[in-house]
């Protein structure tokens, strides 16, 4: 039987699901795959909480030399989340040769090539199932299951807290806030819900899963943003009648070699799969050369789901001869402009206009000037002289012809506002 010793570095949401793991199915572990797993350390400040796991206090604390120093531990697997003191603790974990484990999305997307570089020299592991997706074997899919393609595309909904959000306020109404909170409740938001919402987190696991799966560094900056924050629960409504889903959806192309990435609350069709993705679940579609699309779907967040990952990475790492290199994330600065494209997609525009005769021709003729065919128009009665809500879908279009043709309707006389623009996707 092969004894791994493994800490554990914080007890928060996901600590303390790997904990109940480790624990209840200690004994399977040994019987299936040969492996006494035992949490030799852990570190965390709040000792109520290591109480209430039933963790033994004598191998809490807050000191990492506690767990560099002791030999019989070969795996850490780090929670704290955020980047100091995670980067500096795990840094000293592969200087003293250890694997680690990580569910830090921050961390790993912003200096996965620093972690890179201390692993290669000790020849450490470092595993990172969890940091994307969740429960969901997204990573092991990408580098083991779909390794005979070239990856062409990723898309989908990566962040469970902002998909919780938006499903509760579709389907059930609910108020922005008052999602948010439960979402932070249930233990899918980040410490500072403002990286789930404003589509941090979508942007830290779509440059994760876009290096991996292009063989090429694309760096978190390199991901166009937008969260879902200034999402009016109005165009969700409307979106509904016209036959759509708003999700944040994360959505990344390799085409020859030119990459393009981006996060931003889109329309969906209803009958579109990943419409259905509801509450805390994710789902990701990889595009393959050879396979075509392969889609993922489970539970994006949450004590548990995240947990299975850790443990399944602490069992793989275990059974490892020698650790897996990812060289092109050895790579600290690219040059960004190389990211710069023109993204063609399907829009959803909102506005208030004049409630008087020419208002819709002035506007579709400004469409027509920039080449945007008009897919549908739903004009809602009006609420006043002045607002007459106006609703248009346009054919497929480059960002920088829409953007033009929204300025321009911007200055049109007959036209109050511009409220909403949305990408639709297919
Ligand atoms: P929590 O805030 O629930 O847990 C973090 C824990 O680490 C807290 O108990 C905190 O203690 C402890 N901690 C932080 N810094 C230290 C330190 N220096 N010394 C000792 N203890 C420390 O966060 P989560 O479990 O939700 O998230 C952890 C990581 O996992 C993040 O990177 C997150 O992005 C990622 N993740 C989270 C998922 C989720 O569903 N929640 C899913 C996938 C990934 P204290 O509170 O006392 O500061
Ligand atoms: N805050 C993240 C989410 C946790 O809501 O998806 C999982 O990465």
């Given at each position: ?73 070969s ?31 921050e ?16 020849g450490?592991?470092?595993y ?16 083991e ?13 990566i962040?469970?807290?902002t ?5 509760a306020?579709?389907?059930?109404g ?22 789930d ?13 876009s ?36 999700k ?11 990459i ?13 799969p ?7 679940f ?49 790579k ?9 494209t ?6 959803y ?6 409630d ?16 945007i ?11 006043s ?5 106006i ?9 920088s ?8 309707i ?17």
């Open positions: 039987m092969k004894k791994v010793g493994v800490a554990l570095l914080g007890l928060g949401t996901v600590g303390g699901g790997t904990y109940e793991i480790l624990v209840k199915n200690r004994e399977y572990f040994r019987e299936t795959l040969g492996l006494d797993v035992e949490v030799k350390a852990v570190l965390e400040k709040n000792l109520d909480r290591a109480k209430q796991l039933g963790v033994d206090l004598k191998i809490v604390s807050t000191d990492i030399a506690d767990v560099v120093k002791n030999p019989d531990i795996i850490v697997a780090e929670f704290f989340g955020g980047i100091e003191p995670a980067r500096t603790f795990l840094l000293e974990a592969l200087k003293a040769g250890k694997s680690i484990v990580t569910a830090n999305k961390l790993f997307s912003k200096h996965w090539y620093e972690l890179e570089a201390a692993a290669k020299q000790t450490a592991g470092l990172f199932e969890a940091s994307c997706v969740g429960g969901v074997p997204i990573i092991r899919t990408i580098e299951g779909m390794q005979s393609n070239k990856i062409e595309q990723i898309k989908g909904i962040n469970g807290t998909n919780y959000i938006l499903t306020m579709s389907d059930e609910a108020d922005y806030a008052a999602a948010l909170k439960r979402a932070q409740e249930l233990g899918y938001a980040e410490f500072d819900p403002t990286a919402v404003e589509g941090f987190d979508a942007t830290y696991k779509i440059s994760i899963l290096t991996l799966a292009y063989h090429k560094r694309v760096p978190v900056e390199a991901v166009k943003r937008e969260g879902i924050s200034k999402v009016d629960a109005v165009d969700i409504q409307i979106g509904k009648e016209l036959g759509y889903t708003m944040l959806l994360a959505l990344s192309k390799n085409v020859n070699g030119k393009e990435a981006r996060v931003a609350p889109v329309f969906v069709p209803t009958s579109h990943l419409a259905s993705v509801k509450g805390s994710n789902a990701v579609y990889l595009h393959g050369d050879s396979v075509d699309d392969i889609m993922l779907y489970g539970r994006g967040a949450g004590a548990l789901p995240t947990g299975s990952a850790i443990v399944s990475d602490i069992l793989f790492a275990a059974k490892q001869s020698e650790a897996k290199r990812y060289p092109y994330a050895e600290g600065k690219s040059d960004l402009k190389e990211f710069d023109d993204f063609v997609s399907k829009y525009i909102r506005l208030k206009a004049a008087e005769e020419g208002t819709l021709a002035k506007i579709t003729h400004v469409l027509g000037k920039e080449n065919n008009i897919e549908s128009v739903l004009q809602k009665k009006p609420i002289s002045d607002n007459a809500p609703v248009f879908v346009t054919d497929k279009t480059a960002e012809n829409i953007k033009k043709a929204v300025e321009e911007k200055n049109l006389g007959a036209v109050k506002e511009v409220d909403a623009l949305y990408r639709v996707e297919e």
